[in-house]
């Protein structure tokens, strides 16, 4: 470890292009450039200043800025490393290329020295290189051999940027850089305790593995799977939540040997092998909202090894008509103001019917009775393991419910689980009404011109989800009954009735949390067996 200040010089690295964008791809043609490689002086950027010198041409200036901060750095040999960086090179759109060094050192111990100084955290030493950077004749990646496989090109690199507007991932990532937000996930005690005891009860899926935490926020998903007796775990996050990780993890110290934080995007990082298993915790309100579970199954044709355990590897979608005449009233009502004729003298009634509607096309986030449901959910399942990420692009699912009752059906409630498929105990983490609240609580859609029903009689509902650029959907929901009974002919279509809803902004509905009507046993069961204490609704439910 360097003291502070101090002047360090590695005179004796040879840098090498891996991979990368533009300057590089032109470098990896065989021109040799010498460079200057130094630290500014809190440690906190690599330049480097050089030239190309090509055969027979006058030496071109080449100048390189990158944040040591930024930069993920594995040791891949016993006196060399890989360099991942990230460097802006489209400031317009902000777009960040990862490029790839390897550095090698004339010594272990010079390798060393530079691992700890970079990762120290008294930024407040100064580093100079004086070093030949040396670009690699036709380097491919997959050419570049790594002790326990190769890297992976980021083909998908900027792929989260190409479908996602710029501001709605600003106020994303903004989001889960804050630690009370963290804080809110790790308190819904369900979610957090289901992925412990999956983790720490399937225990041989996790021993000597190397796992990919996928957002891994806090790192406490990361954290728990090293507990397990992973290998290695790179716990990939966008966020600057990174930096907290990274914190969290080094003040647990028996664990944070096995644990690397990457700050990056899994669609554009580059690690140093491939996973044996990923874990994540990408479900948003409707398991789908926040577009995570893209990210996901990015990651997985990214980083998995065929045949790889991913935790979770199956979401259901579970819905239901309901009948909830206190909702309906409440969401009616609140399009009332606009009914005034003379608000200050002003007739505000022209805008009723829009406010109506706008009201109406907020899903509604709460905890519901399960009493409430007027016939046997029906479910629609997403195999994470197996399905295309483009499958969530556009998500049709038709549906048939038989009524038990006679109601005015509102609408659809919905919720989702997710399986955990350990080899030694399969575990579930439900969102389910009646079960054990979670964050995510359950989600109904409102019609704004309900159906009646007689018990017997069948609904058909047809959901459709449209992922928009927002990282969310927009859904549409048409329900229709058939007539019913004895002369009642091939059944045609009595009452219909249709929604437009955006889940991007829901009604979040402060209400009374209903009494468990799940039996100890049942709850047990589900991984579900602890209560929520002290988790709040939160825009993105995740
Ligand atoms: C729901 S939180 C889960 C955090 C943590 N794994 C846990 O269980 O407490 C999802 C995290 O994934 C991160 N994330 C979302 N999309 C990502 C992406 N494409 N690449 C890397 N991280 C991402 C978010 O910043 C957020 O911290």
């Given at each position: 470890?360097?003291?502070?200040?101090?002047?360090?010089?590695?005179?004796?690295?040879?840098?090498?292009?891996?991979?990368?964008?533009?300057?590089?791809?032109?470098?990896?043609?065989?021109?040799?450039?010498?460079?200057?490689?130094?630290?500014?002086?809190?440690?906190?950027?690599?330049?480097?200043?050089?030239?190309?010198?090509?055969?027979?041409?006058?030496?071109?200036?080449?100048?390189?800025?990158?944040?040591?901060?930024?930069?993920?750095?594995?040791?891949?040999?016993?006196?060399?490393?890989?360099?991942?960086?990230?460097?802006?090179?489209?400031?317009?759109?902000?777009?960040?290329?990862?490029?790839?060094?390897?550095?090698?050192?004339?010594?272990?111990?010079?390798?060393?020295?530079?691992?700890?100084?970079?990762?120290?955290?008294?930024?407040?030493?100064?580093?100079?290189?004086?070093?030949?950077?040396?670009?690699?004749?036709?380097?491919?990646?997959?050419?570049?051999?790594?002790?326990?496989?190769?890297?992976?090109?980021?083909?998908?690199?900027?792929?989260?940027?190409?479908?996602?507007?710029?501001?709605?991932?600003?106020?994303?990532?903004?989001?889960?850089?804050?630690?009370?937000?963290?804080?809110?996930?790790?308190?819904?005690?369900?979610?957090?305790?289901?992925?412990?005891?999956?983790?720490?009860?399937?225990?041989?899926?996790?021993?000597?593995?190397?796992?990919?935490?996928?957002?891994?926020?806090?790192?406490?998903?990361?954290?728990?799977?090293?507990?397990?007796?992973?290998?290695?775990?790179?716990?990939?996050?966008?966020?600057?939540?990174?930096?907290?990780?990274?914190?969290?993890?080094?003040?647990?110290?028996?664990?944070?040997?096995?644990?690397?934080?990457?700050?990056?995007?899994?669609?554009?990082?580059?690690?140093?092998?491939?996973?044996?298993?990923?874990?994540?915790?990408?479900?948003?309100?409707?398991?789908?909202?926040?577009?995570?579970?893209?990210?996901?199954?990015?990651?997985?044709?990214?980083?998995?090894?065929?045949?790889?355990?991913?935790?979770?590897?199956?979401?259901?979608?579970?819905?239901?008509?309901?009948?909830?005449?206190?909702?309906f009233?409440?969401i009616a009502?609140?399009?009332?103001?606009?009914?005034?004729?003379?608000?200050?003298?002003?007739?505000?009634?022209?805008?009723?019917?829009?406010?109506f509607q706008?009201y109406f096309s907020?899903?509604?986030?709460?905890?519901?009775?399960?009493?409430?449901?007027?016939?046997?959910?029906?479910?629609?399942?997403?195999?994470?393991?197996?399905?295309?990420?483009?499958?969530?692009?556009?998500?049709?699912?038709?549906?048939?419910?038989?009524?038990?009752?006679?109601?005015?059906?509102?609408g659809?409630?919905?919720?989702?689980?997710?399986?955990?498929?350990?080899?030694?105990?399969?575990?579930?983490?439900?969102?389910?009404?009646?079960?054990?609240?979670?964050?995510?609580?359950?989600?109904?859609?409102v019609l704004s011109q309900p159906?009646?029903?007689?018990?017997?009689?069948?609904?058909?509902?047809?959901?459709?989800?449209?992922?928009?650029?927002?990282?969310?959907?927009?859904?549409?929901?048409?329900?229709?009954?058939?007539?019913?009974?004895?002369?009642?002919?091939?059944?045609?279509?009595?009452?219909?009735s249709s929604g437009?809803?955006?889940?991007?902004?829901?009604?979040?509905?402060?209400?009374?949390?209903?009494?468990?009507?799940?039996?100890?046993?049942?709850?047990?069961?589900?991984?579900?067996?602890?209560?929520?204490?002290?988790?709040?609704?939160?825009?993105?439910?995740?």
């Amino acid at each position: 470890m360097l003291a502070s200040p101090q002047l360090r010089a590695f005179n004796d690295i040879r840098i090498r292009f891996v991979s990368g964008a533009g300057r590089d791809a032109a470098a990896a043609s065989g021109i040799d450039v010498t460079a200057r490689l130094r630290c500014d002086q809190r440690g906190s950027f690599v330049e480097f200043v050089g030239h190309f010198s090509e055969r027979d041409e006058a030496p071109a200036p080449f100048q390189e800025q990158f944040y040591l901060q930024r930069c993920q750095i594995f040791r891949i040999g016993p006196s060399t490393q890989l360099w991942i960086v990230n460097t802006v090179e489209d400031e317009a759109n902000e777009a960040v290329y990862p490029r790839t060094f390897t550095a090698e050192f004339k010594s272990e111990e010079s390798s060393d020295t530079f691992f700890d100084a970079i990762h120290s955290p008294n930024k407040g030493f100064f580093l100079s290189f004086e070093t030949e950077v040396i670009t690699e004749d036709d380097v491919s990646v997959a050419a570049m051999k790594l002790p326990n496989g190769s890297t992976e090109v980021a083909k998908d690199s900027s792929k989260f940027d190409k479908k996602i507007e710029a501001s709605s991932a600003k106020m994303y990532f903004h989001y889960y850089g804050q630690l009370l937000h963290q804080q809110n996930m790790l308190q819904d005690y369900v979610r957090t305790g289901t992925y412990y005891a999956a983790v720490v009860e399937n225990r041989a899926d996790f021993q000597g593995r190397v796992v990919v935490d996928v957002g891994a926020g806090s790192g406490i998903l990361s954290l728990f799977a090293a507990q397990a007796g992973a290998k290695h775990v790179y716990a990939v996050e966008a966020s600057s939540m990174a930096d907290y990780a990274r914190k969290l993890i080094a003040g647990n110290h028996v664990l944070s040997q096995r644990i690397t934080v990457i700050h990056g995007k899994v669609e554009d990082v580059e690690l140093p092998e491939k996973a044996d298993v990923l874990i994540s915790e990408p479900m948003g309100t409707l398991l789908v909202n926040e577009r995570m579970l893209e990210s996901y199954i990015i990651a997985r044709d990214r980083f998995l090894v065929p045949g790889g355990k991913m935790f979770p590897g199956l979401g259901r979608i579970h819905m239901a008509p309901f009948s909830d005449e206190y909702l309906f009233v409440e969401i009616a009502n609140k399009a009332l103001f606009w009914q005034q004729q003379s608000y200050y003298g002003v007739d505000l009634t022209p805008l009723h019917n829009a406010a109506f509607q706008g009201y109406f096309s907020q899903p509604v986030v709460d905890a519901f009775d399960p009493r409430l449901l007027v016939a046997p959910p029906a479910m629609h399942s997403l195999d994470l393991t197996s399905m295309k990420e483009e499958d969530l692009y556009d998500i049709v699912i038709p549906l048939t419910f038989t009524a038990t009752m006679a109601a005015r059906v509102h609408g659809i409630a919905c919720w989702f689980d997710v399986l955990f498929n350990g080899s030694t105990i399969p575990r579930w983490l439900t969102t389910a009404p009646g079960a054990p609240t979670t964050h995510w609580y359950q989600l109904r859609l409102v019609l704004s011109q309900p159906l009646y029903v007689m018990a017997g009689q069948t609904i058909t509902t047809r959901l459709h989800l449209s992922a928009h650029s927002a990282q969310s959907y927009t859904i549409n929901l048409s329900m229709s009954t058939t007539s019913w009974g004895a002369g009642a002919g091939q059944g045609a279509t009595i009452q219909s009735s249709s929604g437009k809803f955006d889940l991007k902004e829901p009604y979040y509905r402060m209400s009374q949390m209903p009494a468990y009507t799940w039996t100890q046993e049942q709850q047990l069961q589900d991984g579900a067996g602890v209560s929520l204490q002290g988790a709040q609704m939160s825009p993105y439910g995740a």
